[in-house]
Structure formats: C-alpha cells, structure tokens
C-alpha cells in the first residue's frame, strides 16, 4: 500500500506531490472509459426517452455498478434495474434548498443538452 507523503514535503513542484497525484483517479470519469472499452456504456440520451423513471434514478442517484450491466456482455438487465430502482434518489424537499434545486436543474438540463453533442464532457 502506498501511503500519502507529510503535508511539509508537499509542495507545488515537489516529486513526492507529482507521484501522488498521479494515483488518484476520477471515478465516474475512469467507469466511463472502462464501460466503453468493454461495450457496456449505457446512452443517457437514449434512456431519457426509453425509460425515463432510470433515467432519473442514473441522473439524480449516485453512480453505482450495476449500471454497467444494464447493457453490454454479461448484461442482466433486469436484476440491474431492480437494483437501481432500490437506491435512493437525492430531490431537495425543503423550502430552504429549493432554490438550489432549480439551480442544480437547471445545471442538469445545460449539461445533459450539451454532452451528445461534444460541448460538454460527461461527470460519468
């Protein structure tokens, strides 16, 4: 296991800095790229006029693994949505954040209207 250097030999241009930077992955972005190595990334656009109760659920929930057998080698569709279906959705309910509701929406909307079409890249 390789372990984090001290914070005191951290410095912007260090090499300790450089090598531990480059373990850290993104993992919605990483997923991604596996996914579509191995033929089983799933088109959001597609699925948001398919089925649009996954889509929300891929598009508010979190990213988990059963994703990647919605599709692809190995696929088992059905188990996979079961899956899905069972994980919770984050909504804002309250007063308070819903302002930051229709923000974090309208954010929603502008990425997934951009990503088909190359102008944005996908989070995963």
């Not at 912007?12 to 800095?17: D, E, I, V």
Request: net charge positive.
């Amino acid at each position: 296991m390789i372990r984090r250097p001290p914070r005191s030999t951290l410095s912007s241009s260090s090499a300790a800095s450089d090598v531990y930077k480059r373990q850290l992955v993104h993992y919605p972005i990483i997923m991604e790229q596996l996914a579509g190595l191995i033929g089983c990334k799933l088109s959001l656009f597609k699925t948001f006029f398919t089925d649009h109760s996954l889509w929300k659920t891929l598009w508010f929930g979190a990213l988990q693994p059963s994703v990647y057998r919605l599709t692809g080698p190995g696929a088992s569709p059905t188990l996979a949505k079961q899956t899905l279906d069972r994980l919770p959705v984050a909504w804002f309910t309250n007063d308070r954040s819903s302002g930051m509701a229709r923000k974090l929406l309208a954010c929603n909307l502008l990425s997934f209207i951009c990503t088909p079409f190359g102008l944005l890249e996908s989070s995963w």
